[in-house]
């Protein structure tokens, strides 16, 4: 998953960044609504930590633009305990959850992994398919029954993957989820992790649909 932080606070920007880069998400870190419009004009992101009180353009101004022009991508709105109002107006703008300051991570990590449920259509906290299952909240990966330990952005593209079977992801779509601004990506990166995955969860997992991308098979009923 590739994250849109909009945080003026360095010190909670910070601590935010590497907490999320911990989890294995891929962060970009802005820090005024400006910059934050501007970065959403031509880059697309699975969720955006939206704070409200932003300098140059508040979050709620940065939201009611990314709305008028259908822009869906989840949002999480930061507001401060006592700003109950601003967190109306914000959900009444078009925030799918909002968070209160000062963050408790644990809570962050949660509600990030609801939102992203929510994104793609499923309910359920573990993800199972053709034998393999992942666990959001425990980064647990099983392969019949067994454990199979992944790196993180194995683990990452494993996800972006399985979440929605028969659905095809070209090699340009899966860098941008997994590498943010300043990640350095060779040319063969996204092939290398395919490659690694196959080895640990069977060749027959994940399929190369030649010209496109790759996906995992859907089981028709």
């Known amino acids: 998953m590739r994250l849109l932080l909009v945080e003026d606070d360095v010190m909670i920007g910070e601590s935010v960044l590497d907490l999320l880069r911990d989890e294995g998400y891929a962060v970009d870190w802005v820090k005024d609504g400006d ?8 880059q697309a992101y699975d969720l955006i ?4 009180g932003l300098p140059k353009c508040d979050g709620l101004s940065v939201l009611h633009a990314l709305r008028a022009r259908q822009d869906r991508t989840p949002v999480l709105v930061a507001t401060a305990r006592d700003a109950i109002a601003q967190r109306i107006e914000g959900l ?3 925030a799918d959850d909002y968070i209160v300051k000062p963050y408790d991570m644990g809570e962050l990590l949660a509600r990030i992994r609801a939102l992203f449920r929510r994104a793609v259509g499923r309910a359920e906290p573990v993800y199972a398919h053709l034998g393999v299952s ?4 425990t980064r647990e990966v099983l392969v019949h029954g067994q454990p199979v330990l992944l790196s993180a952005r194995e683990w990452a593209i494993l996800q972006m993957l399985l979440v929605r079977p028969g659905h095809v ?4 779509q899966i860098e941008e989820k997994l590498y943010s601004w300043k990640d350095e990506v060779s ?3 996204v092939e290398v992790h395919i490659h690694s995955l196959r080895k640990k969860l069977g060749v027959e997992l994940i399929q190369n649909v030649r010209g496109v991308g790759y996906m995992i098979a859907k089981v028709e009923p």
């Open 134 to 137: 992942i666990d959001p909240a």
């Open 169 to 172: 992801l070209s090699r340009k």
């Open 35 to 42: 910059m934050a419009l501007t970065v959403l004009q031509s």
């Open 92 to 94: 009444d703008a078009g």
């Open 187 to 189: 040319s063969n990166a």
């Open 49 to 52: 930590l939206l704070d409200l």
